[in-house]
């Protein structure tokens, strides 16, 4: 190619097609490409009627959902729009969504927008599944958000307590995902940047995840590079498309499609303990708590676990201090900078979250209070306010 040609054609590589075994039966990524990938995806999974779950905002506030809709008319596969899901995924949503799909005679949930729709769409096909014996249904997935919900086999969700459980199964992965950056421009800056955040602490927290495959964390690193690089672009530039389609596809190698579910990590047990018992949302938490989280696995982390974090920092650009552990604490220190420089610094404090409650939650974060770092994680959590 030429660089005449290069020149008329930026965004080759922002563009493209991948396929994966068992559910995924493709990812579609680009500028516009649902117009194209949404009918496609349709037609792969012989699906004939598509409930659209999505959350009111979206639907009352901008043009996104209608678009969808608009396309699932012209293939005639359009059955209705399910817009009563909230933050975190409260379960009076999955079961009210979960009627409207068998009302309708859906055979396909599209979901779009964050990660609670996507989850809700989840948890709504495995309540389906478990009604109906059968075979576990099918959602594509068109996220508007970056916290990469739609690459996991496991749905979160708010219980009639209160608290975050979860289902999980190979079958509840999307089926298909529309990566298309022109649906992101009405996600609310602060939305999108801080589940940016979230896409961040998942390549983080990935490096020392249990079970996960050596040549993936190469992935994770390219995926933090991306996002310390393309985030603050995107708040200098929000209407920059080719920025935001390169935030999504980092946000999808922060926690690529893959068969292990093992535990992530403290940020984000953390951070699903304050967000649905203190309405926080994730991409929040994540700000919050993935600093400091990695400056305490400074000291803490097994040797192995160490050396991959301390890598970060050839992949950020940033001079090695000559340690591993004032590496990691460095790339610790680069992680508040960044938070700070996109403006959602924020304390335990502007969400109320009682003091009284640390001792609780740094426990149910890691199990025990006889785990070696409970006082540590408690002190991680003070430190907050």
Not at 36 to 53: E, F, H, M
Request: glycine residues 8%.
């Amino acid at each position: 190619m030429s660089a005449m040609d290069t020149a008329q054609h930026p965004s080759t590589d922002i563009q493209g097609y991948y396929a994966y075994t068992d559910t995924l039966k493709g990812i579609y990524y680009g500028p516009g490409c649902i117009v194209s990938a949404l009918p496609k995806l349709l037609q792969t999974l012989g699906a004939k009627k598509a409930l659209i779950v999505t959350g009111k905002s979206l639907s009352q506030k901008t043009d996104v959902v209608k678009r969808v809709e608009a396309i699932l008319r012209s293939c005639d596969a359009y059955g209705a729009t399910f817009s009563d899901i909230g933050q975190h995924t409260p379960v009076a949503g999955i079961y009210d969504g979960l009627k409207r799909f068998n009302e309708v005679g859906a055979d396909v949930i599209v979901a779009v927008g964050g990660g609670s729709p996507i989850d809700a769409s989840k948890a709504i096909l495995y309540k389906q599944q478990e009604q109906t014996g059968g075979e576990t249904l099918k959602q594509i997935a068109i996220p508007t958000t970056l916290s990469a919900a739609e690459y996991s086999i496991g749905a979160g969700f708010t219980n009639e307590q209160g608290v975050k459980v979860a289902v999980s199964s190979q079958y509840l992965a999307p089926a298909g995902i529309i990566l298309d950056a022109e649906l992101t421009l009405a996600t609310p800056e602060r939305l999108w940047l801080s589940t940016g955040m979230r896409a961040l602490d998942h390549a983080a927290e990935n490096l020392t995840r249990p079970l996960v495959p050596a040549p993936l964390k190469y992935l994770f690193y390219a995926a933090l590079a991306d996002l310390f690089k393309y985030l603050p672009q995107s708040k200098a530039d929000p209407d920059n498309v080719v920025v935001r389609q390169k935030l999504q596809i980092a946000s999808w190698m922060s926690i690529w499609p893959n068969k292990f579910e093992s535990a992530l990590g403290l940020s984000h047990a953390l951070g699903h303990k304050l967000g649905a018992a203190y309405n926080i949302p994730h991409g929040i938490t994540s700000c919050l708590t993935l600093a400091p989280v990695i400056a305490l696995k400074a000291a803490m982390s097994s040797d192995e676990d160490k050396e991959w974090l301390a890598n970060t920092l050839f992949y950020l650009r940033i001079p090695s201090t000559g340690s591993q552990e004032g590496d990691i604490r460095k790339f610790s220190e680069a992680i508040y900078k960044l938070v700070s420089d996109l403006n959602l610094k924020c304390t335990l404090t502007e969400y109320k979250v009682p003091k009284e409650d640390l001792p609780t939650i740094a426990e149910q974060s890691i199990g025990t209070k006889e785990h070696p770092a409970y006082q540590d994680v408690v002190r991680l959590l003070e430190e907050l306010y």
